[in-house]
């Protein structure tokens, strides 16, 4: 296909029926952040009825979802979207939003371990030279932490299983098979861009719905180094996410080569994109330093609604959907 062909196609608008009716499990410290925005900022500004929590940003974790945990379940008679962070549990979520799209997001468990440690600060009462090091070696580290159930297979622990059922390898092979039947797109951390055209055609969206402005970002300074000693502890800790991971690393790279020869083309075009509109809504080598050591990002004076919603992250979309009428 000519790269005129290839630009025609990402450009015009899908020929298909936008799907309004989603349902995102919102994984911990995968790039969950930056994606549940760019599917909030969808739903707000086509005034969609988004399930949100009563209180914070995230349903509870100490059971699976149940749809009685949605802010004002009693008052509204349909949703469309549910993008807050909520333990999988399918037949709830399909009394809540029938015939909805699923899509999830995974993340290496090396890289997505080494971001919880700093984002949940783990190694706060840890005075040595490596303190991840000390905390995955001594279970009085893991023990007292108030996350403690999350520090190993986190991403199936959200995806409905138990920490002990992700120590059984059948229930894990089983889980797996299920979450390929069920799941419309499981998104990798690792090809987020890649991960976006794939979602872009699944939903029929354009591709400015698509765009976005990382949220949740630490700065530099805030990460660390794993030693080989520490990755081998910590993927045995989490093999079973490992498998979970690898596996849809593969369906997704099958999607890719199944998108065609413009695949590598609209990627380029797309990271274009992004750094024109980034370029249009923020200033340059500018940011905003935040707790736990993350970075935001500051909008240029006088910002377009679309610089603004581009630029809102989820904690913000969740407040707003909260004033939103009921209907």
Not at 115 to 143: E, L, Q
Not at 149 to 171: M, P, V, Y
Not at 262 to 288: P, T
Request: charged share 25%; with cysteine; hydrophobic share 35%.
């Amino acid at each position: 296909m000519s790269p005129e062909k290839c630009l025609e196609h990402f450009h015009d608008p899908p020929k298909c029926q936008a799907k309004n009716k989603l349902v995102y499990i919102k994984t911990h410290k995968t790039g969950s952040t930056t994606l549940a925005s760019i599917l909030e900022r969808f739903g707000y500004t086509r005034n969609l009825t988004m399930a949100v929590p009563e209180i914070r940003h995230g349903f509870p974790r100490t059971g699976l979802f149940n749809r009685r945990m949605v802010w004002k379940i009693d008052n509204i008679s349909s949703f469309d979207m549910l993008t807050n962070h909520a333990r999988y549990n399918r037949p709830e979520l399909d009394a809540l939003i029938p015939n909805a799209t699923y899509i999830t997001i995974l993340r290496h468990p090396l890289a997505q371990f080494e971001s919880m440690f700093g984002f949940f600060n783990w190694g706060r009462h840890i005075h040595t030279k490596d303190p991840i090091a000390t905390f995955v070696n001594d279970p009085k580290y893991i023990n007292a932490t108030i996350s403690g159930r999350a520090t190993h297979n986190s991403q199936l622990f959200d995806l409905g299983l138990s920490l002990k059922q992700t120590l059984d390898e059948d229930t894990v092979n089983k889980k797996i098979q299920s979450l390929n039947k069920e799941m419309d797109l499981v998104l990798i951390t690792e090809y987020f861009d890649e991960s976006l055209l794939i979602l872009r055609d699944l939903l029929c969206w354009s591709v400015d719905d698509i765009l976005y402005i990382s949220n949740g970002v630490r700065r530099q300074s805030a990460r660390r180094n794993l030693t080989p000693a520490v990755k081998k502890e910590i993927l045995k800790r989490s093999k079973s996410d490992l498998y979970l991971y690898h596996h849809f690393e593969k369906v997704l790279l099958k999607k890719i080569q199944k998108y065609g020869v413009c695949f590598e083309h609209n990627l380029r075009e797309f990271r274009k994109l992004q750094n024109e509109v980034f370029e249009m809504c923020i200033e340059n080598n500018v940011s905003k330093q935040l707790k736990k050591g993350l970075v935001e990002p500051v909008l240029k004076k006088n910002s377009t609604e679309f610089c603004v919603n581009l630029w809102r992250g989820d904690v913000t979309f969740t407040g707003l959907n909260r004033k939103m009428p009921t209907i």
